[in-house]
T-cell receptor, first 114, second 112 residues
Framework: AQSVSQHNHHVILSEAASLELGCNYS??????LFWYVQYPGQHLQLLLK??????LVKGIKGFEAEFIKSKFSFNLRKPSVQWSDTAEYFC????????????FGPGTRLSVLP | KAGVTQTPRYLIKTRGQQVTLSCSPI?????VSWYQQTPGQGLQFLFE???????NKGNFPGRFSGRQFSNSRSEMNVSTLELGDSALYLC???????????FGPGTRLTVL
């Protein structure tokens, strides 16, 4: 069955530190990849997405992600985090092979210390 | 365009009762998906409706059901509630042109 894993359950960083959150998926075929963010008390919001083309995708709020097909990975990065980036981050994948069901990773909680 | 709306936002029920949650998708979106979010299990896919038909279904018992109306609004129903059904239930509508899901704020269900 298809699955999405995220490397870290909880990441704690100081402001201005660089961020990289890992995401790996388990299935082949054509995939669409997403990162969603859930700020405390708010609903899930789309950060960025990859469908095709340039594997380096830029999203909102200075986030970017790189799709590495050979590694089945779609890691999220930000060069310098802010306290306001404290949130839970979810990687999600859809695949032509699985009827375009969204499969979400378990999430990574990011805490940024001021 | 208005976002995805869900009603009610909060619900408290007791074991054995049933509950109906409602979701209105973004105008023009024909696909509606439902998820259960809990601290222990994360986001789990319940089902997806497209043009009034259930297109995909997750691994949940038959107590969880849904439907979609001709205006794309969707409802999900949970019968014979159990304590473990306490969760945030999220609805998402999908932009068919970009295959991107947009989420509503959720309905927080507490089962006592």
């Amino acid at each position: 069955a298809q699955s999405v894993s995220q490397h870290n359950h909880h990441v704690i960083l100081s402001e201005a530190a660089s961020l990289e959150l890992g995401c790996n998926y388990s299935y082949g075929g054509t995939v669409n990849l997403f990162w969603y963010v859930q700020y405390p008390g708010q609903h899930l919001q789309l950060l960025l997405k990859y469908f095709s083309g340039d594997p380096l995708v830029k999203g909102i709020k200075g986030f970017e992600a790189e799709f590495i097909k050979s590694k089945f990975s779609f890691n999220l990065r930000k060069p310098s985090v802010q306290w306001s980036d404290t949130a839970e981050y979810f990687c999600a994948v859809t695949s032509d092979n699985y009827g375009q069901n969204f499969v979400f990773g378990p999430g990574t909680r990011l805490s940024v210390l001021p | 365009k208005a976002g995805v709306t869900q009603t009610p936002r909060y619900l408290i029920k007791t074991r054995g009762q049933q509950v109906t949650l409602s979701c209105s998708p973004i105008s023009g979106h024909r696909s509606v998906s439902w998820y259960q979010q809990t601290p222990g299990q994360g986001l789990q896919f319940l089902f997806e409706y497209f043009s009034e038909t259930q297109r995909n279904k997750g691994n949940f018992p038959g107590r969880f059901s849904g439907r979609q109306f001709s205006n794309s609004r969707s409802e999900m129903n949970v019968s014979t509630l159990e304590l473990g059904d306490s969760a945030l239930y999220l609805c998402a509508s999908t932009d068919g042109d970009t295959d991107t899901q947009y989420f509503g704020p959720g309905t927080r269900l507490t089962v006592l």
